[in-house]
């Protein structure tokens, strides 16, 4: 089972939120979301400045499996996007909680982080999808 680390909030969409501090969070896709994409081979992510609303689509992620949908945890302002990723979109499956994050987004509500579950809470979750 992959790990999970425990700073992070999580979503059932499979992205997970950092608290980068002064109301910014930044965004990636779960350990077990890229188990199910397989490699990784194009991210289409929005500009900076774009706004997004919690549980909006803000991205896509091509796979060799499959086309998915990139969903905000919470609303806010998307801030910094990784270009790395244009260039070098297997940074995904190498490095998902480092190297592989997506955007980073000043939240509208920063008590919004709060509402996402933690990494126990997101296990079990999996496991409930497993079943």
């Given at each position: 089972?992959?790990?999970?680390?425990?700073?992070?909030?999580?979503?059932?969409?499979?992205e997970?939120?950092?608290?980068?501090?002064?109301?910014?969070?930044?965004?990636?896709?779960?350990a077990?979301?890229?188990?199910q994409?397989?490699?990784?081979?194009?991210?289409?992510?929005?500009s900076a400045?774009?706004?997004?609303?919690?549980?909006?689509?803000?991205?896509?992620?091509?796979?060799?499996?499959?086309?998915?949908?990139?969903?905000?945890?919470v609303g806010?302002?998307i801030?910094?996007?990784?270009?790395?990723l244009?260039?070098?979109?297997e940074?995904v499956?190498?490095?998902?909680?480092?190297?592989?994050?997506?955007?980073?987004l000043?939240?509208?509500?920063?008590?919004?982080?709060?509402?996402?579950?933690?990494?126990?809470?997101?296990?079990?979750?999996?496991?409930?999808?497993?079943?």
């Amino acid at each position: 089972m992959p790990h999970y680390p425990s700073e992070l909030k999580y979503t059932k969409d499979h992205e997970w939120a950092r608290d980068e501090g002064d109301g910014r969070i930044r965004i990636g896709i779960t350990a077990y979301a890229v188990e199910q994409l397989g490699d990784v081979t194009l991210v289409d992510l929005p500009s900076a400045g774009s706004e997004v609303s919690a549980h909006d689509r803000f991205g896509d992620i091509e796979s060799v499996k499959t086309v998915s949908e990139l969903y905000a945890p919470v609303g806010g302002e998307i801030v910094e996007v990784n270009g790395e990723l244009e260039d070098s979109p297997e940074l995904v499956n190498e490095s998902p909680y480092d190297q592989g994050w997506m955007v980073i987004l000043r939240m509208s509500a920063p008590g919004d982080i709060e509402e996402l579950m933690d990494a126990a809470a997101y296990e079990a979750y999996l496991s409930k999808l497993d079943d």
